[in-house]
């Protein structure tokens, strides 16, 4: 087996399913691949203080159909290009305002960034994390709300060992 997955019951306790995912797939996490997995801010800004680089995204897909966006991206350093992590996301737009719909459809940068420039208030749910032994990367999906919607789905993917 190389998947692991463990589902989180809460936000509150995700250092318990971290220290499951541990156990069951025999990996020891870094201080900064477990504050990863359970961060509930802007994963770029949190990826720059990791990689002390800024880092900038680059659009692997970006799809709109039916009011709702899927993009893949991978959020790079800007000096040397380093992936940091992979994203999938599904944005709901028809929950959102639209100068932040018309940001996203630009294409220019992550989601966490236009919702932090825009001042929207939103929560992170954290609903999964996971370990994948093939290819040595975490991952965690989360529902982004704003208010009583859900504004977007998001898998992040987080290659382990480059975050010392």
């Known amino acids: ?3 692991f997955i463990i589902n989180v019951k809460s936000n509150s306790t995700i250092l318990n399913d971290i220290l499951k995912l541990e156990k069951r797939s025999s990996i020891k996490l870094n201080s900064f691949e477990k504050i990863l ?8 800004l949190f990826l720059q203080i990791l990689s002390n680089s800024l880092t900038k ?7 709109e159909k039916n009011n709702i966006i899927t993009r893949k991206i991978n959020i790079i350093t800007k000096d040397r290009g380093k992936i940091l992590a992979e994203a999938k996301s599904t944005i709901y737009l028809k929950n959102l305002p639209n100068k932040i719909k018309y940001e996203i459809r630009r294409g220019e940068k992550g989601i966490g960034i236009i919702i932090l420039e ?12 996971g370990y994948n032994s093939k290819d040595s990367y975490l991952y965690r999906k989360y529902k982004l709300s704003s208010g009583k919607h859900i504004i977007g789905r998001v898998i992040e993917n987080f290659s382990i060992g480059i975050y010392d």
């Open 118 to 129: 825009n001042k929207l208030e939103t929560y992170k749910r954290i609903t999964e994390i």
């Open 1 to 3: 087996m190389y998947m």
């Open 57 to 63: 995204i680059v659009i692997i897909q970006q799809i």
């Open 37 to 44: 997995l359970m961060n509930n801010g802007t994963t770029e």
